[in-house]
């Protein structure tokens, strides 16, 4: 079935260092790629999404890029801060609208 | 506009019982679907409902079960309640009109089978 496979974490950064999450997915038809971020005691929430090969979804200062050509939608910062300890998913969506998630990241960025 | 809406927040139940979980979505909203999360198995789709009927569905046995009323308001039920079943069960909504719509989601319902 369609699936999502993301990087393994925990993932332990110092502030201001730069982040790079691994995220493929199943190429079943033309999904659409998403990050969500659930920051500690809250709901997930959306970070950014691309609907189509090569759209850059970006916010908050993350970026990630739909590569149709590697099936992958790796999540960049360039400088992370505190704020962005967070659990990170990658999902996809096809067009029977089911959401696949990634396993999850977990990343704590230390002062 | 109000946001996704869990009840109960937290719920403790022992083996062998059944609980039902509500989730109230954004007005106009019209899919809702159901999500468990825990340590070891990350989030996995439990269905999802729209304009009251059920439109997809995960790999969950069949005690797990939901439906949605006119209103869009859904509820999930599990029965015959197990030690795996506890988890955090995350509601989301959106008006699903499109693929690349986001998700809404909730706060979810902490449950912890004794």
């Known amino acids: 079935g369609d699936s999502v496979t993301q990087m393994e974490g925990p993932v332990t950064l110092s502030e201001e260092a730069f982040l790079t999450i691994n995220c493929t997915y199943t190429?079943?038809?033309?999904?659409?790629l998403f990050w969500y971020v659930q920051y500690p005691g809250e709901g997930l929430q959306l970070l950014l999404k691309a609907t189509k090969a090569d759209d850059k979804g970006s916010n908050k200062g993350f970026e990630a890029t739909y590569r149709k050509e590697t099936t992958s939608f790796h999540l960049e910062k360039g400088s992370v801060q505190v704020s962005d300890s967070a659990v990170y998913f990658c999902?996809?969506?096809?067009?029977?609208?089911?959401?696949?998630f990634g396993a999850g990241t977990t990343v704590t960025v230390r002062a | 506009k109000a946001g996704v809406t869990q009840t109960p927040r937290y719920l403790i139940k022992t083996r062998g019982q059944q609980v039902t979980l509500s989730c109230s979505p954004i007005s106009g909203h019209r899919s809702v679907s159901w999500y468990q999360q825990t340590p070891g198995q990350g989030l996995q789709f439990l269905f999802e409902?729209?304009?009251?009927?059920?439109?997809n569905k995960g790999n969950f046995p069949g005690r797990f079960s939901g439906r949605q009323f006119s209103n869009s308001r859904s509820e999930m039920n599990v029965s015959t309640l197990e030690l795996g079943d506890s988890a955090l069960y995350l509601c989301?909504?959106?008006?699903?009109?499109?693929?690349?719509?986001?998700?809404?989601f909730g706060s979810g319902t902490q449950l912890s089978v004794l």
């Open positions: 409902y729209f304009s009251e009927t059920q439109r």
């Open positions: 989301a909504s959106s008006q699903q009109t499109r693929s690349d719509e986001k998700l809404f």
């Open positions: 190429a079943t038809g033309y999904p659409s």
């Open positions: 999902a996809r969506r096809g067009n029977d609208y089911k959401l696949s």
